[in-house]
T-cell receptor, first 114, second 113 residues
Framework: AQSVAQPEDQVNVAEGNPLTVKCTYS??????LFWYVQYPNRGLQFLLK??????LVKGSYGFEAEFNKSQTSFHLKKPSALVSDSALYFC????????????FGSGTKLNVKP | DTGVSQDPRHKITKRGQNVTFRCDPI?????LYWYRQTLGQGPEFLTY????????KSRLLSDRFSAERPKGSFSTLEIQRTEQGDSAMYLC???????????FGEGSRLTVL
């Protein structure tokens, strides 16, 4: 079965420190991988994606993510967190051949304290 | 702004009433998706349209739910005889032209009292 796991419900970091939000997946084949951010009472905003090529992908607002095929992980990272980064983050995977099947993790709440 | 518009943004209703949500997707996109997001969870697939044809429906979409996309433009999601368990955020999405990532609207939050 296809699934996405975000093992941390919440991540707390101090402003200026690096942050990591973890994601692991179980999808057959070579999936496409995505990160989205959601602010309260808003829809999901696309941050970045991995399709192929370099394992480190860069996205919006200084975020990047590292794809690790052997560990089936796609962790979201940022070198220096901002208070405004505080939000809910979702990892998603899509079967490479079936674009109707997006699977989302349960989300990780990121709290960045001043 | 993703180009996907949803209306209304918030709806409070009493149990047993019918509600309808509207989605205007990115223009000229022939695919449209509906997702449901409950508190503390990620979005879950409900249904998908290619032009006016509804091609796939999730088991989450009970017979009280109906979705349409007349003329392949905007879409509506109707919930009949609402139940408290229907309380959720209903999200509409369009894929980018290459069909890889989804662009979501701001969602319609339903509260059933």
């Amino acid at each position: 079965a296809q699934s996405v796991a975000q093992p941390e419900d919440q991540v707390n970091v101090a402003e200026g420190n690096p942050l990591t939000v973890k994601c692991t997946y179980s999808v057959s084949g070579n999936p496409y991988l995505f990160w989205y951010v959601q602010y309260p009472n808003r829809g999901l905003q696309f941050l970045l994606k991995y399709i192929t090529g370099d394992n480190l992908v860069k996205g919006s607002y200084g975020f990047e993510a590292e794809f690790n095929k052997s560990q089936t992980s796609f962790h979201l990272k940022k070198p220096s967190a901002l208070v405004s980064d505080s939000a809910l983050y979702f990892c998603a995977v899509r079967d490479r051949w079936n674009f109707n099947k997006f699977y989302f993790g349960s989300g990780t709440k990121l709290n960045v304290k001043p | 702004d993703t180009g996907v518009s949803q209306d209304p943004r918030h709806k409070i209703t009493k149990r047993g009433q019918n509600v309808t949500f509207r989605c205007d997707p990115i223009s000229e996109h022939n695919r449209l998706y509906w997702y449901r997001q409950t508190l503390g969870q990620g979005p879950e697939f409900l249904t998908y349209f290619q032009n006016e044809a509804q091609l796939e429906k999730s088991r989450l979409l009970s017979d009280r739910f109906s979705a349409e996309r007349p003329k392949g433009s905007f879409s509506t999601l109707e919930i009949q005889r609402t139940e408290q368990g229907d309380s959720a955020m209903y999200l509409c999405a369009s894929p980018n032209p290459a069909g890889r990532e989804l662009f979501f609207g701001e969602g319609s939050r339903l509260t059933v009292l």
